[in-house]
DNA sequence: GGGCAGGTCTAAG
DNA sequence: CTTAGACCTGCC
């Protein structure tokens, strides 16, 4: 039984439930007692609020409070950039303000790529079974009070992944995309490492000449992998957002060219705030 | 059973 | 350069 690290971080500006469950990341797991188990990175943690401070168990000591404060973007000023947001376009008041405490993760650019492509045209509780069978599959055991939890697997370990043993994911034809991306990974193994010091339109041409990488994928990855918030993924819940409020309508790169006009600042993040924003909207008037 | 899910590829104009 | 259609799969 491996010991248990806590520690305690002061910090009351965050919506742990807003930020874990709006599909940036697929596994993050609600306790019954509020809390998030997170598989972050190379540990597993159970985080929750009290009052004003985050409590946090690990498993792994090393680094553990850098690790939570990069994870979750705790040194951004959230404030101070909504301020900004809002300076540009005072209607989004109504958006910013159910996005309180909603952060920007800063994800594993390998867990990232994999999981977004997994996410294409696809339903999140199917993405984050496939992600998890996935870990299980080639990823580390780590037992966290008394359960199993898979982390993400390393480079290294894929590096051999053939097509056939992608067969029990369900992921359908997105398995030959996991393959190409993979492929990719071992003709330049540097290369998630490399996408860090390009800026974003480059990173994005290299992301989008893999197969299966799409201008979507590869803005979510970018986003959530890599903390670039000058990209933004349009997607159907963003698109049906922009329609409803500025009745733009047309192809992503028209949508995207034109909501960059109208937010030029913090593209990225207004564009998660119109995703979490509009899903919430939708899920209240739901009628089920 | 048809439609849909945080899209992308391909082929055809 | 733009745009239909097809596409794995499970769940309603």
């Known amino acids: 039984m491996e010991k248990l690290h806590q520690i305690k971080i002061y910090y ?17 797991f ?38 939570v404060i990069t994870y979750f973007d705790l040194k951004r000023d959230y404030f101070k950039i909504n301020k900004e947001i809002l300076k540009n376009n005072p209607d989004f008041k109504e ?32 993405i984050s079974k496939s992600i998890n069978e996935f870990c299980k599959l080639f990823g580390e055991k780590v037992n966290f009070k008394g359960k ?3 982390l993400f697997p390393t480079q290294e370990k894929l ?7 992608l067969k029990t994911l369900k992921i359908g034809y997105r398995d030959k995309y996991i393959i190409n991306f993979i492929n990719k990974l071992k003709e330049q193994p540097n290369f998630l490492k490399d996408l860090k010091h390009l800026n974003s339109s480059c990173a994005l041409k290299e992301l989008m000449s893999i197969k299966g990488i799409g201008l979507k994928v590869a803005s979510c990855i970018l986003l959530f992998g890599y903390g670039k918030f000058d990209v933004f993924p349009i997607d159907t819940w963003v698109k049906q957002y922009i329609y409803n409020k500025y009745k733009i309508v047309g192809t992503n790169n028209n949508i995207c060219s034109k909501i960059k006009e109208k937010f030029p600042l913090y593209t990225g993040l207004c564009i998660q705030y119109m995703f979490h924003y509009n899903r919430n909207k939708i899920k209240e008037t739901s009628i089920y």
């Open 12 to 28: 009351k500006d965050i919506d742990l439930y807003s930020t874990l469950t709006s599909g940036q990341c697929f596994r993050a």
């Open 30 to 67: 609600m306790e019954e007692d509020n809390s998030f188990i997170v598989i972050l990175i190379d540990r597993i943690i159970n985080i929750k609020q009290k009052k004003d401070y985050l409590i946090i168990e690990s498993n792994k000591e090393e680094d553990l409070k850098e690790k």
């Open 159 to 165: 590096t051999d992944l053939k097509l056939e043993d």
């Open 148 to 150: 199993d939890y898979y």
């Open 95 to 126: 958006v910013i303000d159910l996005c309180e405490g909603y952060k920007i993760l800063k994800q594993n650019p390998l867990e990232t790529s994999i999981s977004f492509i997994i996410s294409q045209n696809n339903k999140v509780s199917m």
